[in-house]
C-alpha cells in the first residue's frame, strides 16, 4: 500500500496537486456554438477520422456511431440483449447461416434507399476488402471472409466459413453505408442513416451535424450538434460549469462536482502490455515481477480517485468469460525483486531500458499513472523511460505492424470490451498473431478458438479459463484496473451515461432539461 512507503507516497501525493494546481489551458473555450439550438459537446481530442469502418475506436466512434451512421442491430448495455436497428429481426437458419430481415421505408442522408444491398455493401466493404478497416480486426478474424446473399430489398443472408453463434453481435460493428462509398479508400466525411448528418468539419476547430428531418426513428431533440476539442480537463470541466457546453468527455476527479459530471462504468479495463519478443520482457520472471511490482490499490485510491477497482483480467463483470474467481496480482515489491535477481543470474539484461508509453489524454491522471508506475518498477531493479504519445503514435504500437527496433516497450492500453463477449478481447489481445498482441502459444490460441464455437454456460467457463490460463503461463499483461468515467453534463440537459457512453455518445439520447425540443 501507499501508506507503507512513505517516499512513494510523497511522489504520488505530489504527482496529484500538480495535476489539479498545474493544468495549463491549451487553448480558450473559443465558440462552441448557440446554445439556443445547438447541443454542445467538448472532446478529449479530435477524431483522426470519421470513417463509419473505423467507429470501434473511441476516438472515432464517440462521434459517429448511432449519430451519423448505424449498424443492422445493437446491444443493449444494461442487459446485454441485442434490440432491432436497421434490421427488424434475425435467425440462425443453418449452423454456417444467419438471416436477416431488413427495416425498410429507411433513406441515407443523400436519399439514397437502404436496402438489402446496401447492407451486404457495407458488411463486404468494412470485412472482405483490403481496406484494413479497424472493425475487421477487432470483430472479425482478418483473414475471415462472409458470403453475403440478398434477397429482394429488405432479406439479407450471411454465411461464415465456420458456425458463429455470435455473428449477430459481430453485426452490431459494422456501420451501414450507401453501396456508392468508395471501395479503394476510406472515406473523412461519410453518409449514413443516423439521425445527424455531417455539416461541416473544420479541422483542428469543430465537427458540426445537422439533424437528419427525413430520420426513420424518433427525431432528436437538438437541431444541431457541435463537437470542439480541449486537450485539459480542466478546461473541459470549466467549460460545463460556465455554461459554454453540454456534454464534456473524460473529466479529471478533482474537477468534478456534482454540478458538472456524473460518474458511470465506462467499460474500460487499464493494464500494461508487454512486449515478450524482447529482452528483458521475454522473460516471464521479469513480466511477473512487473505484476507485483505495481500497487494498484495505491494508483487507485491516490491518482483515480477510487473511480476505479484492481482488475485481475482484461474485462470487467459482466462480459461473457469474466473470471470472478481471478485476484488482482498482490503488490510484492521484494519477491518481485528476487524474480529480477535471478533473471539477472541467468544472463536476462534486466538493466536494459524499457519504454513505457503512454497516450495523452487516455483517461485522467493518465501523465501522472505513468510516472508512479515508472517509480515502482525502478524500486524493483528495472530500467524505465516514459514516452507520452498522441492518438496517432499510440496506435503505431498498439495495432500491427507495430514499429520495428522499438526495444522493449511496455504500452498502456485502455480496452474496453463493449461488445460483452470474451471473443472479441481474447482474439485481438492474446492470440498470438492478435491485432493487438505481440505475443502468445500455440495452446492459448488452440483455446481462444475452441472457446469461440461454444455457446452458453460451456462459452462462459472457456473464456473464463482462458483469462487464467494467460496469468499463469504467458503474463503479457498485467493488469490495472477497471474504470469508470467522469462525464461532464450541464444543468441544461437530461442525459444518463451507460457502460457504452465512452465508445459512443449518443445525441439522441440527450433532452433539454425542461423537456422542450429547441
Same mark, same amino acid.
Given at each position: 500500500?501507499?501508506?507503507?512507503?512513505?517516499?512513494?507516497?510523497?511522489?504520488?501525493?505530489?504527482?496529484?496537486?500538480?495535476?489539479?494546481?498545474?493544468?495549463?489551458?491549451?487553448?480558450?473555450?473559443?465558440?462552441?456554438?448557440?446554445?439556443?439550438?445547438?447541443?454542445?459537446?467538448?472532446?478529449?481530442?479530435?477524431?483522426?477520422?470519421?470513417?463509419?469502418?473505423?467507429?470501434?475506436?473511441?476516438?472515432?466512434?464517440?462521434?459517429?456511431?448511432?449519430?451519423?451512421?448505424?449498424?443492422?442491430?445493437?446491444?443493449?448495455?444494461?442487459?446485454?440483449?441485442?434490440?432491432?436497428?436497421?434490421?427488424?429481426?434475425?435467425?440462425?437458419?443453418?449452423?454456417?447461416?444467419?438471416?436477416?430481415?431488413?427495416?425498410?421505408?429507411?433513406?441515407?442522408?443523400?436519399?439514397?434507399?437502404?436496402?438489402?444491398?446496401?447492407?451486404?455493401?457495407?458488411?463486404?466493404?468494412?470485412?472482405?476488402?483490403?481496406?484494413?478497416?479497424?472493425?475487421?480486426?477487432?470483430?472479425?478474424?482478418?483473414?475471415?471472409?462472409?458470403?453475403?446473399?440478398?434477397?429482394?430489398?429488405?432479406?439479407?443472408?450471411?454465411?461464415?466459413g465456420e458456425p458463429d453463434p455470435i455473428l449477430p453481435l459481430r453485426l452490431s460493428f459494422v456501420e451501414m453505408v450507401p453501396r456508392t462509398t468508395s471501395t479503394t479508400a476510406k472515406v473523412r466525411e461519410p453518409i449514413g442513416t443516423g439521425p445527424y448528418a455531417i455539416e461541416?468539419?473544420?479541422?483542428?476547430?469543430?465537427?458540426?451535424?445537422?439533424?437528419?428531418?427525413?430520420?426513420?426513428?424518433?427525431?432528436?431533440?437538438?437541431?444541431?450538434?457541435?463537437?470542439?476539442?480541449?486537450?485539459?480537463?480542466?478546461?473541459?470541466?470549466?467549460?460545463?460549469?460556465?455554461?459554454?457546453?453540454?456534454?464534456?468527455?473524460?473529466?479529471?476527479?478533482?474537477?468534478?462536482?456534482?454540478?458538472?459530471?456524473?460518474?458511470?462504468?465506462?467499460?474500460?479495463?487499464? $493494464?500494461? +502490455?508487454?512486449?515478450? !519478443? #524482447? *529482452?528483458?520482457? =521475454?522473460?516471464?520472471? /521479469?513480466?511477473?515481477? %512487473?505484476? &507485483?511490482?505495481?500497487?494498484?490499490?495505491?494508483?487507485?485510491?491516490?491518482?483515480?480517485?477510487?473511480?476505479?477497482?484492481?482488475?485481475?483480467?482484461?474485462?470487467?463483470?459482466?462480459?461473457?468469460?469474466?473470471?470472478?474467481?481471478?485476484?488482482?496480482?498482490?503488490?510484492?515489491?521484494? $519477491?518481485? +525483486?528476487?524474480?529480477? !535477481? #535471478? *533473471?539477472?543470474? =541467468?544472463?536476462?539484461? /534486466?538493466?536494459?531500458? %524499457?519504454? &513505457?508509453?503512454?497516450?495523452?489524454?487516455?483517461?485522467?491522471?493518465?501523465?501522472?499513472?505513468?510516472?508512479?508506475?515508472?517509480?515502482?518498477?525502478?524500486?524493483?531493479?528495472?530500467?524505465?523511460?516514459?514516452?507520452?504519445?498522441?492518438?496517432?503514435?499510440?496506435?503505431?504500437?498498439?495495432?500491427?505492424?507495430?514499429?520495428?527496433?522499438?526495444?522493449?516497450?511496455?504500452?498502456?492500453?485502455?480496452?474496453?470490451?463493449?461488445?460483452?463477449?470474451?471473443?472479441?478481447?481474447?482474439?485481438?489481445?492474446?492470440?498470438?498473431?492478435?491485432?493487438?498482441?505481440?505475443?502468445?502459444?500455440?495452446?492459448?490460441?488452440?483455446?481462444?478458438?475452441?472457446?469461440?464455437?461454444?455457446?452458453?454456460?460451456?462459452?462462459?467457463?472457456?473464456?473464463?479459463?482462458?483469462?487464467?490460463?494467460?496469468?499463469?503461463?504467458?503474463?503479457?499483461?498485467?493488469?490495472?484496473?477497471?474504470?469508470?468515467?467522469?462525464?461532464?453534463?450541464?444543468?441544461?440537459?437530461?442525459?444518463?451515461?451507460?457502460?457504452?457512453?465512452?465508445?459512443?455518445?449518443?445525441?439522441?439520447?440527450?433532452?433539454?432539461?425542461?423537456?422542450?425540443?429547441?
Amino acid at each position: 500500500m501507499l501508506s507503507s512507503v512513505p517516499a512513494r507516497g510523497l511522489v504520488l501525493a505530489a504527482v496529484v496537486l500538480c495535476g489539479s494546481a498545474c493544468a495549463v489551458a491549451n487553448s480558450p473555450s473559443g465558440d462552441t456554438g448557440d446554445a439556443g439550438g445547438t447541443l454542445r459537446v467538448v472532446l478529449a481530442q479530435e477524431p483522426p477520422t470519421l470513417e463509419p469502418c473505423e467507429a470501434s475506436l473511441t476516438a472515432t466512434g464517440v462521434v459517429v456511431r448511432s449519430n451519423i451512421s448505424e449498424p443492422l442491430l445493437e446491444r443493449d448495455p444494461g442487459s446485454g440483449e441485442l434490440r432491432p436497428l436497421l434490421a427488424t429481426a434475425w435467425r440462425q437458419t443453418a449452423p454456417n447461416t444467419w438471416t436477416f430481415d431488413l427495416r425498410g421505408g429507411v433513406t441515407f442522408h443523400n436519399g439514397q434507399q437502404f436496402t438489402a444491398q446496401d447492407a451486404a455493401f457495407s458488411i463486404d466493404r468494412a470485412v472482405n476488402s483490403d481496406l484494413q478497416c479497424n472493425v475487421d480486426g477487432y470483430v472479425f478474424d482478418d483473414d475471415e471472409e462472409l458470403g453475403l446473399e440478398v434477397t429482394g430489398d429488405t432479406g439479407l443472408t450471411v454465411h461464415t466459413g465456420e458456425p458463429d453463434p455470435i455473428l449477430p453481435l459481430r453485426l452490431s460493428f459494422v456501420e451501414m453505408v450507401p453501396r456508392t462509398t468508395s471501395t479503394t479508400a476510406k472515406v473523412r466525411e461519410p453518409i449514413g442513416t443516423g439521425p445527424y448528418a455531417i455539416e461541416s468539419w473544420e479541422t483542428g476547430v469543430a465537427i458540426t451535424l445537422r439533424r437528419n428531418e427525413r430520420y426513420w426513428g424518433e427525431p432528436p431533440a437538438f437541431p444541431r450538434a457541435r463537437y470542439v476539442f480541449r486537450s485539459e480537463p480542466s478546461v473541459r470541466a470549466a467549460m460545463i460549469t460556465r455554461g459554454e457546453a453540454d456534454l464534456a468527455t473524460t473529466l479529471n476527479p478533482e474537477d468534478a462536482t456534482e454540478d458538472n459530471s456524473v460518474a458511470y462504468p465506462n467499460n474500460e479495463t487499464t $493494464a500494461l +502490455r508487454l512486449d515478450g !519478443r #524482447e *529482452a528483458p520482457l =521475454d522473460d516471464i520472471r /521479469v513480466r511477473k515481477a %512487473i505484476g &507485483l511490482a505495481v500497487d494498484r490499490d495505491g494508483i487507485v485510491g491516490t491518482l483515480l480517485a477510487g473511480l476505479a477497482e484492481p482488475a485481475a483480467q482484461l474485462v470487467p463483470d459482466g462480459v461473457v468469460g469474466f473470471n470472478a474467481t481471478l485476484r488482482a496480482a498482490p503488490y510484492d515489491p521484494e $519477491a518481485a +525483486r528476487a524474480l529480477i !535477481r #535471478e *533473471a539477472a543470474a =541467468d544472463g536476462v539484461p /534486466v538493466d536494459r531500458k %524499457i519504454t &513505457l508509453i503512454a497516450r495523452n489524454t487516455q483517461f485522467p491522471r493518465v501523465a501522472e499513472t505513468s510516472e508512479a508506475l515508472q517509480y515502482e518498477l525502478a524500486q524493483v531493479g528495472l530500467n524505465v523511460q516514459i514516452q507520452m504519445a498522441d492518438t496517432a503514435a499510440h496506435l503505431e504500437y498498439q495495432l500491427r505492424p507495430f514499429p520495428v527496433d522499438a526495444g522493449p516497450v511496455a504500452l498502456l492500453i485502455m480496452h474496453g470490451n463493449q461488445a460483452g463477449d470474451a471473443a472479441f478481447t481474447t482474439s485481438q489481445y492474446l492470440r498470438a498473431g492478435g491485432p493487438q498482441s505481440t505475443f502468445g502459444t500455440p495452446e492459448l490460441d488452440a483455446r481462444i478458438t475452441e472457446a469461440g464455437a461454444l455457446a452458453g454456460p460451456a462459452r462462459q467457463d472457456a473464456f473464463a479459463a482462458i483469462f487464467a490460463e494467460q496469468n499463469e503461463s504467458v503474463a503479457q499483461y498485467v493488469h490495472l484496473a477497471h474504470m469508470r468515467g467522469l462525464l461532464g453534463r450541464s444543468r441544461a440537459v437530461r442525459y444518463e451515461p451507460d457502460s457504452a457512453t465512452g465508445d459512443e455518445l449518443r445525441l439522441a439520447a440527450v433532452r433539454p432539461a425542461a423537456g422542450e425540443a429547441r
